[in-house]
């Protein structure tokens, strides 16, 4: 079989015909790898003979988007309600899902976990689980630890991606879960497994698989050091949905969330909690994040998050220290960095706190990453808590955008976060000036209303 060489981007999947320094696709240095590639059989029969699929004989032959039919997509319940709000509502069927994490955060734990919970509500689902990592007895002895039963579970130990093919075309499972595509391997290619051509072609094996067939593919990937899934980037490109497992090893608290969804929202995050017996849902992360909080202790705030069509109410920690050195350092943790020394200057220039020669340290409690720009009042004023060493109030929580001329902006979804400050017990809640009659104010919550940090820092901060 006739073989060139092509050199590929290990960040962004692009193919180059010859090596260079620099990725012209991404900007990325020193990334670009010498990978062989094989002239493929255009009929992509896999082992068995298999005959094209439709939507191979169709590739020559447009159709007219009048005349396709839009037949709406099938999903089935993974036994999961978090992992379902992150899905969109469940699983589709003849979907493929890439769940990526660091190890030992919980990825195979969780589909395991899948096997014995997955439900169509009419008939028992049957599913393969195909791990290239682990024996068929080291799997039997986590699924007895998890306590996942069931007579429709299969376990297959291969790497081989033909030999895989060939089990489902002649099984034809429900779901099939691969751990790990890094581990799979396509014996016509020379290289090593887990090479950026060795996972793009063992992908796109399985996405045939999953889109001829209907079976619903879930994928465990690996992430490099820079926390990305580790491979070509094209891969995330290829699969239907991506989900990110987050959260810190010494904490028992897991987040999961979705980078990529063709058939719901990116938005929406689903939280559990790592036990003995594997992971657990957890239905009321606001009393999560919040349990332990110190009383009337400087540089914390507690402010309302909105992920999807959930509100989430978070404890943001600051500390402000004198600096001796020229360059004072700069940590932020669960905030953006960027973001977070946009605020320290506009606290200095607008909020007249002369922090600029002292060491801030921010940390979000509980391992969760903000995008919310509704946190930016409350980091301020946690910054501001800690600089004057004053705490604030105990029953209050905090929310809004701030502007770099130090106005306080509104947010989206107002009800909703002040009906979940109010439902946890606060009593009252700074945020942005707007009209109350606007406004549903749940009973018993007090609504503080400022214009300006320098407004929200006096209104805060107890005398």
Not at 255 to 279: Q, Y
Request: net charge neutral.
């Amino acid at each position: 079989m006739k073989s060139k060489t092509i050199f590929f981007c290990t960040d962004c999947g692009n193919e180059f015909p010859k090596w260079s320094g620099r990725c012209g696709g991404c900007g990325a240095w020193n990334t670009i790898v010498e990978q062989p590639s094989y002239a493929r059989p255009k009929s992509g029969a896999s082992k068995g003979g298999k005959n094209q699929s439709s939507a191979q004989k169709a590739s020559g032959v447009p159709q007219e988007l009048s005349k396709i039919s839009a037949a709406g997509e099938m999903r089935f319940s993974t036994g999961l309600g978090e992992l379902n709000r992150v899905l969109g509502g469940g699983a589709v069927l003849g979907s493929l899902v890439l769940v990526g994490g660091s190890p030992g955060i919980g990825k195979s734990t969780l589909l395991l976990q899948i096997c014995g919970l997955v439900d169509n509500g009419s008939a028992a689902m049957t599913t393969l689980y195909v791990s290239g990592e682990e024996s068929e007895s080291q799997i039997k002895m986590r699924a007895e630890r998890l306590n996942v039963k069931g007579g429709g579970i299969f376990v297959l130990a291969e790497t081989d991606i033909a030999e895989i093919i060939a089990v489902a075309e002649e099984q034809r499972p429900d779901i099939i879960i691969i751990d790990s595509i890094q581990t799979l391997y396509n014996p016509e290619l020379s290289t090593s497994p887990g090479s950026v051509g060795q996972v793009k072609d063992c992908a796109m094996s399985l996405l045939r698989l999953a889109k001829d067939t209907g079976i619903t593919v879930f994928l465990v990937g690996h992430v490099n050091k820079e926390g990305a899934i580790a491979g070509p980037k094209v891969l995330e490109h290829m699969v239907d949905c991506v989900l990110y497992f987050e959260g810190e090893q010494n904490l028992n608290y897991r987040i999961l969330r979705a980078a990529k969804n063709r058939f719901g929202s990116t938005n929406e995050i689903g939280v559990f909690e790592m036990l003995d017996s594997g992971l657990c849902e957890v239905p009321n992360p606001s009393q999560m994040l919040l349990s332990g909080r110190p009383e009337g202790t400087p540089g914390t705030c507690v402010t309302c998050l909105v992920e999807g069509t959930r509100s989430i109410l978070a404890e943001i920690q600051a500390l402000v220290t004198p600096s001796s050195a020229n360059m004072p350092r700069r940590n932020a943790n669960g905030v953006d960095y960027n973001r977070a020394m946009m605020l320290i200057a506009v606290l200095q220039q607008r909020g007249g706190l002369r922090i600029g020669g002292c060491d801030c340290y921010i940390n979000v409690i509980g391992g969760l990453c903000i995008d919310d720009t509704g946190a930016d009042l409350a980091t301020m004023l946690a910054l501001a808590s800690s600089y004057r060493d004053k705490p604030l109030r105990g029953d209050i929580a905090v929310f809004g955008e701030v502007g770099l001329t130090g106005e306080v902006r509104q947010v989206s979804q107002l009800n909703q976060r002040l009906s979940e400050i109010a439902r946890m017990g606060f009593k009252a809640c700074i945020m942005p000036q707007r009209s109350k009659s606007k406004i549903q104010i749940p009973e018993g919550l007090e609504l503080i209303q400022v214009k300006n940090i320098a407004e929200a820092i006096n209104a805060a901060l107890q005398k």
